[in-house]
């Protein structure tokens, strides 16, 4: 059982959930795509490729397009040089400013658990100027393991202090990748369900579910009284 009885560790996700940066990641697939004659894909087809990494997002691209499995790599390659830079296009959440304020002013300690690389990901933390709020950054290629997998959440815990073995927080995402995570972590998990999810949010595991940042810390502050009880 989690217990949080100081401000207790909060950890986010990154893409769908701080910041809608589907826009931009589109924009920097179908830059690649162009370059090798392919047609552009869809916002709405990029969107459901996010997720799981760069990896996985160029295996799907590469499946949605029929460009060549063995130039995975190259892709990839070709991709993270325009990547890093890609924030032109990339939109904070409405109340995510507000809301992560209200957490660390109330003592939370806050980090980021992402399957997106480091760089792009320190790129947007420094763009909407949030580098200094998370104590604790990880990202897609800082493990060899990532989400679901509980190494990258467990090690972003451990950065915030927390016991590494059983950790003592919550984890906020959007995705199926967050929700297993949490679960195979053992932490509690709150979705926003205004993100890149692709199930029904009553069909993926969570613990409590919100639309909206404003709602955040007022739900942050219910988990700690249940865990309290
Ligand atoms: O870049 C991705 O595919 C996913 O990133 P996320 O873990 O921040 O949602
Ligand atoms: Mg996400």
């Keep these: 059982m989690n217990t949080c009885l100081a401000p207790c560790p909060v950890v986010f996700d990154l893409d769908g959930t701080l ?3 589907a826009p931009d990641i589109h924009a920097t697939v179908n830059a690649v795509l162009r370059i090798h004659q392919i047609a552009p894909l869809t916002l709405d087809q990029v969107r459901s490729f996010i997720g799981g990494g760069v990896d996985l997002l160029w ?17 990839v390659a070709s991709f993270m ?18 809301t992560l304020g209200v957490l660390a002013d109330r003592g939370h300690p806050l980090g980021i658990c992402t399957n997106k690389p480091m760089r792009p990901t320190k790129a947007l ?87 909206d940042f404003a709602d955040l810390p007022g739900l942050i502050e219910q988990q700690s009284e249940i865990a309290r009880a």
Excluded at 87 to 98: I, S
């Design 59 to 75: 295996r799907r691209v590469i499946a949605a397009t029929g460009l060549p499995a063995e130039a995975h790599r190259d892709l």
């Design 19 to 21: 910041i809608d940066s």
């Design 125 to 211: 933390l420094e763009h909407f100027r949030l580098a200094s709020v998370f104590a604790a950054v990880i990202g897609g290629d800082s493990l060899p393991q990532r989400k679901p997998d509980p190494a990258p959440l467990r090690a972003a815990f451990s950065l915030l202090g927390a016991d590494p073995v059983k950790p003592l927080g919550l984890y906020v995402g959007d995705s199926e990748f967050d929700a297993e995570c949490a679960k195979n972590t053992d932490v509690p998990f709150l979705l926003f369900t205004r993100g890149y999810r692709k199930s029904d949010p009553s069909e993926m595991h969570h613990t409590a579910r919100f639309d």
């Design 81 to 98: 040089t325009r990547y890093h830079d890609a924030t032109a296009l990339t939109r904070l959440y409405p109340n995510v400013a507000e």
